[in-house]
């Protein structure tokens, strides 16, 4: 069984889509350890495994830290809270949920959401979803806005930020 060695945290969209593939196409059982930098500022994404219908990211945010409204067309997927706090919106700015430590949301294809990172500590999270990758993973994983415009995870627009690490914090 290969283990998968923590490297960079992708940090853009190319990346992140391309660590998804590579770890898809091993054809042995992937082990994987959630550890992670904790972001002073932004976010930090780290693609743990992945076949062609699942992927798991390991994900670090600033506190504070959101993303904008949007929702992924053909993928469902779910967040289970690790360390911190996140609040869940979907349209009109509806709180979903309110999630702390071990707790989580699933959200269905199509489903419209956002979140904030609590502001006491780094929000950690492990997101499973399950989309059919191939052949084309860019579609697979593709979010949009509310008019329907395709919205990079990790353009300006998703409020993301230049990451920053604390050196000390795992």
């Known amino acids: 069984m290969p283990e ?3 490297g960079t945290p992708a940090v853009n969209t190319e990346e992140y889509l391309q660590a998804l593939v590579d770890l898809s196409q091993s054809e042995e059982p992937t082990v994987f350890t959630m550890t992670a930098k904790l972001p002073t500022q932004g976010r930090s994404d780290i693609p743990l495994g992945a076949t062609g219908n699942m992927s798991v990211i390991l994900k ?3 506190s504070g830290g959101e993303n904008a409204l949007h929702a992924h067309v053909r993928e469902d997927h779910t967040f289970i809270i690790l360390q911190g706090r996140a609040t869940f919106y979907g349209i009109g700015n509806r709180t979903l949920a309110v999630l702390g430590r071990y707790q989580g949301i699933l959200l269905p294809k199509g489903a419209y959401y956002r979140f904030e990172a609590g502001i006491e500590e780094q929000l950690v999270m492990l997101r499973v979803g399950a989309a ?11 979010r949009v806005d509310l008019d329907g415009n395709d919205l990079d ?4 627009e998703n409020k993301e930020e230049p990451v920053r690490y604390d050196q000390e914090k795992w």
Not at 133 to 142: G, I, K, L, S
Not at 153 to 156: E, Q, T, V
Request: cysteine-free; overall charge negative; hydrophobic content about 60%.
């Open 132 to 142: 059919e990758m191939f052949p084309d993973p860019v579609a697979a994983f593709a």
């Open 153 to 156: 995870g990790y353009a300006a």
């Open 4 to 6: 998968i060695k923590l």
């Open 60 to 62: 670090a945010y600033a």
